[in-house]
């Protein structure tokens, strides 16, 4: 797989991030350049890179998730994209001398922000979301930190595209969400590509928490080491008319199990019907056609108990 990163602003194709994607992806090839300061060079200089490389995903990240969305035709995972980069340049003292903050080929370490080119940066956001195709849709994810203090384009990205996904951290790119919600959502993205249909697995929603609504101990671990060889679907009660409860079950997963989750919850009252391999419940299924496994039984005490379970089936 070839993947294309879209740097940040002020950085590099020699920044953290980089090496963060290539030590994640070590049979893999990652490409990078550094992109010109002047909205107009940068958004060209990277459709000809697009164009040259062929990558099999783009991922943007901050001012490079602007620019990806721009990217047509690709699979892209845009990662707090700076839809208001005129805005944010603005409001956080970007104008002047600025350093940046990873070497660059030409060896230039500084750059002057201009109100001027405040101006571009704020024309070349007004480029995005243009003629969206329902096949871009699909093709499309934003990954939104909840806790970002320099961008906030949520809304606005779910306005155009449906895979509007929040994750627990800030702005930066750490190797927690590269490991824990990006490399999850490339595998995904590899797999449709690929045509690999990974085996169905269900857990019941309510192995997940316990009575205070806490997140059962080890859960997300063994969680994390299913979806490397499973397709799970995070399984819950079809309320008749209590929409609270839908919604409840949709934030509680968000906000533990977020973008590996996203768009996996089936609500049902006939678990007879889910055809997949295993079926992770608090109690017996005897209708269930494939291999039911109660948690919280003898067997299955706690959630290490189910790791070492699928760790002993895998080998």
């Not at 990558?55 to 998730?65: A, F, L, Q, R």
């Not at 995904?188 to 169905?200: A, D, E, F, V």
């Not at 995070?234 to 008319?241: D, L, Y």
Request: aromatic share 10%.
């Amino acid at each position: 797989m070839k993947l294309m990163y879209v740097h940040g602003f002020g950085s590099s194709a020699q920044s953290g991030t980089v090496r963060l994607l290539r030590s994640c992806l070590p049979d893999d090839e990652v490409v990078a350049r550094d992109i010109p300061i002047i909205p107009e060079e940068a958004i060209a200089m990277l459709k000809q890179m697009a164009e040259e490389e062929q990558p099999d995903i783009i991922v943007g990240t901050s001012m490079g998730g602007m620019y990806a969305e721009q990217l047509k035709g690709y699979d892209r995972v845009l990662v707090n994209p700076a839809f208001q980069m005129g805005d944010t340049m603005s409001s956080h003292g970007m104008v002047g001398k600025q350093t940046f903050s990873n070497p660059r080929a030409d060896g230039v370490q500084e750059f002057i922000v201009t109100k001027a080119l405040v101006k571009e940066y704020a024309a070349a956001t007004q480029l995005c979301f243009q003629d969206i195709t329902e096949e871009e849709k699909s093709r499309v994810y934003g990954l939104f930190g909840d806790e970002d203090p320099l961008v906030h384009t949520f809304d606005i990205f779910r306005e155009h595209y449906p895979n509007a996904i929040h994750f627990h951290g800030e702005h930066q790119l750490t190797d927690h969400i590269a490991h824990n919600y990006l490399m999850p959502l490339i595998r995904k993205i590899r797999n449709k590509q690929l045509g690999i249909q990974l085996s169905p697995l269900f857990i019941h929603f309510d192995c997940l928490h316990d009575s205070y609504m806490k997140a059962a101990s080890s859960m997300r671990n063994t969680y994390y080491q299913l979806i490397e060889k499973y397709t799970v679907y995070i399984v819950a009660s079809a309320p008749t008319n209590d929409h609270r409860y839908t919604n409840n079950v949709q934030d509680w997963v968000e906000e533990h199990l977020s973008a590996p989750a996203h768009d996996t919850i089936i609500f049902t009252n006939s678990p007879q019907l889910l055809l997949g391999d295993f079926y992770i419940t608090r109690k017996e299924e005897p209708d269930f056609m494939g291999t039911n496994i109660v948690f919280g039984s003898d067997t299955f005490k706690c959630w290490e108990d189910i790791s070492t379970y699928f760790e002993r089936l895998g080998s």
